[in-house]
């Protein structure tokens, strides 16, 4: 699973190199906004249609995945981290 659209050779050595543990997102995943997730504690929370290897990924890193149906704020280019107050 990567998903290499959004960078160039560059940059994904960068992130390689500078990550030790990378998960790409696939065309799915990216059509629903799937890496604007939140995480709470050991519960990864994004939107509903992210794919099956995606969930898979984030469980055998230990965590849990909740989607939650976020289509109505998708269709204004938002996600679960978009509905996110931070702290300043």
Do not use: H, W
Request: with cysteine; net charge negative.
């Amino acid at each position: 699973m990567r998903s290499r659209a959004a960078f160039g050779s560059e940059q994904i050595d960068l992130i390689e190199s500078t990550f030790s543990d990378v998960i790409y997102t696939n065309e799915q995943d990216d059509l629903v906004l799937a890496p604007n997730l939140v995480v709470i504690g050991e519960t990864v929370v994004m939107g509903d249609g992210f794919s099956d290897e995606l969930g898979k990924a984030i469980e055998q890193r230990g965590l849990k995945v909740e989607g939650v149906d976020l289509s109505e704020f998708l269709k204004s280019g938002g996600s679960a981290k978009c509905l996110t107050l931070e702290e300043c």
